[in-house]
Every structure is written in C-alpha cells, then in structure tokens.
C-alpha cells in the first residue's frame, strides 16, 4: 500500500483505534469542580487580531459562563516562535487545577510533528477539551489584475511575497501548496502571526496571503468587498472518506485540488501531494484545540467538556457562530480526543519527506 493512501486510511481507521488506546472511564462527574470568584487565563500563543486570537475570544465567554461557578477567563496572548513560546510557558507553569488552559492552532501542532528543536512541549500528554474544525482562505492583492481562481495561471510568471510565522508552522500549508502549484513565492518569514501577515497585505508589502476562516471572515471580507483582494480558493473540508471537497463555509470558492486541477490541467498525485494532504489533515480538520496541562483532574476534564458542549448548545452561541466560527461543527469531549490523536500521527513516510523539503527549500534543521 502506497503511503498516500495510507493517509486517507489513517483517518478513517484511527479514530476507532484511538478510541480503545485512549478510553475513557466514563464515570467521572463535574460536580466536585467550582471555578466560583477564580479568575482563568486562556494562553493563546499568538499575537492579537489573528484566527487564533479571534477563534479564543469567541469561546472565552461562553466557558465564563458555562463553568462552574463562573469564573472570569480572559485570554492572555504570549506570541512567538511560531507558537512555540506559549505552549512552551504552558508545558513549564500550568498546573493542573483548571485555571489555565491552552488555544492551539496548527501552528503549534506543526513544530511538535516536526520535532522542531523550538519544541519542549509534549502535546500528547495534554488533555484536549474541544477541537475547532476550521479552514483557509488564499487570496491575492487584486492590483495582480486576476479576478478569480479561474484566471491563476497568470501567477506563473508573477514574482510573489508571502508574510509567514516559519516554515514549520501552519504556514507549512500554504508553502506546500504554492509548491505544488508551481508559483515563484518569497516567504518572508518572521511574522508573529496571521494577523500580522495580514496587515503586511494591507500596507501592499506582500500581495499573497491566505487567513484561518474566522481571520477571512471577520478582516478579509471588507478588503473584498473594496476590491482590494481577491479570493482565488480555499484549503477544502475532509468528507467522510478523507477525500478534500469544498469547504461548507466558502461553497462558491473552489477546493484547493480544484484550483490545482484548473492551474495544471490534471488532478494532484505524487510524493509532494500525499504529504501536503497529510499536513492539512493534521492541521485543519482538527485546527484549534482547547487544552488543560497533564495531569489535570478528571473532575476539572469534564467540567470543561460539559463546558463547552453545554455552549455549543446554547442560542447565543449558535446564533454568532457563523461570523467567527463559520460552517464547522465543534467537536467536544471523546470524538476531540479521538480526532486530536489522528492529527498527531502523521505517517512517518510524510513527516520524512516534507522534513527533507523544508531543509532542501529553506534550510531548516531537524
């Protein structure tokens, strides 16, 4: 079996195999857990104004008012190092009492796969509370003169800037996408986060930028609406078979193996393809996360679980999803659990190719 299927297998196969390794014990209760007159911090590893910081100052009311005792959490942004800084603080100085969780993105999840030596954090020992399914959007300064995906191949001889947070962060993404594409891209590498990346866009000092669907949504969207991007695809959603279809939040913009399919002229294949589907996988389906440090009660667990299940059941919540969360159904409790362990087992053959091409590309060590 080829390892490009052997992607598409891993994720139809190891949630049911996670399911038995990682059990629960289905007894424990929320009932021992009260947060009343506490005061918790929700460490987002980035700066403000991103899909990270926008995604947790959604979901930071709702766990004020939906945990027990109602405490009042407030995000606390800790950026750098693609990251890497606040979940390394996180690993160092959480403890396990409830009072500090994690917003991830895949960001964080990346430099971990990729045993980035920025990394000291072991995510597999977190406990993950709700996962966040989320998208993409790419889209260029439309002083490029394209007016939709339709017209892309004009970027073949187009000199291309990309702010990005480093190569071995979620922007591992849209790197490998503009790779496979073909485009002559300058990554200009440093940003401290989307948001940043963003807003170098608007000042005109790169013209290519994608943003995490809250992020487009929410700051992109004004921009097209003047004219002054243009929206060319998205990264896709993974239907059931683990196959990239349209993403539900932006149905009128093709997938990415669609605008590949109308760029080259033939479906994506291959070692560079296979490995870019396993890094989106890893990074999108299972997008943010929500984390309580290890070895965290199993009382304080399911407070938040409940937490955040009793929110994504609330009218409020569902009413204003749409703005910041967009079409993405929040996954809470054992299907996050299941969900998190196939974003962080990445098929080996993968993680090896993409380490080679990051070192080959921008010389990046391991």
Do not use: H
């Amino acid at each position: 079996m080829s390892w490009g299927k052997t992607v598409n297998q891993s994720f139809k196969t190891a949630c049911a195999a996670a399911a038995i390794a990682f059990g629960f014990a289905g007894t424990a209760t929320a009932q021992d857990a009260d947060f009343a007159g506490d005061r918790v911090e929700l460490i987002i590893p980035f700066g403000e104004g991103g899909g990270t910081d926008t995604w947790g100052r959604f979901w930071a009311p709702y766990f004020s008012v939906f945990l027990p005792g109602n405490p009042t959490v407030v995000v606390k942004n800790i950026p750098g190092g693609g990251s890497t800084s606040g979940a390394n603080q996180f690993e160092a100085r959480a403890k396990p009492d409830g009072l500090t969780a994690i917003g991830t993105s895949g960001s964080t999840q990346f430099p971990y796969l990729l045993r980035d030596k920025r990394v000291q954090y072991e995510m597999r020992d977190w406990r993950v509370v709700l996962a966040s399914p989320t998208g993409g959007v790419v889209y260029v300064n439309s002083d490029l003169g394209l007016k939709s995906a339709a017209d892309m191949k004009a970027l073949e001889t187009v000199k291309l800037r990309y702010g990005s947070q480093g190569a071995t962060s979620l922007d591992l993404v849209p790197l490998l996408a503009f790779e496979l594409l073909g485009l002559d891209v300058d990554a200009v590498f440093g940003m401290k986060g989307r948001g940043a990346g963003r807003l170098a866009f608007e000042r005109g000092e790169v013209n290519i930028d994608y943003q995490t669907s809250s992020a487009f949504i929410n700051n992109v969207t004004p921009l097209v609406d003047i004219g002054s991007a243009v929206p060319l695809f998205s990264w896709g959603a993974i239907d059931d078979d683990g196959n990239i279809v349209r993403d539900p939040s932006f149905p009128d913009l093709p997938s990415f193996p669609e605008a590949y399919e109308m760029m080259k002229g033939e479906k994506p294949s291959g070692p560079a393809w296979d490995a870019y589907k396993a890094f989106f996988i890893a990074g999108f389906p299972a997008q943010k996360m929500v984390f309580l440090p290890k070895d965290t009660p199993e009382e304080i667990v399911q407070a938040y679980r409940e937490a955040a299940q009793a929110a994504t059941e609330d009218e409020s919540f569902l009413a204003d999803r749409q703005a910041t969360l967009g079409e993405y159904k929040q996954i809470v409790g054992e299907p996050a659990e299941r969900i998190f362990r196939t974003a962080v087992n990445v098929p080996e053959e993968a993680r090896e190719w993409v380490q080679k091409w990051l070192t080959d590309k921008y010389s990046v060590q391991f």
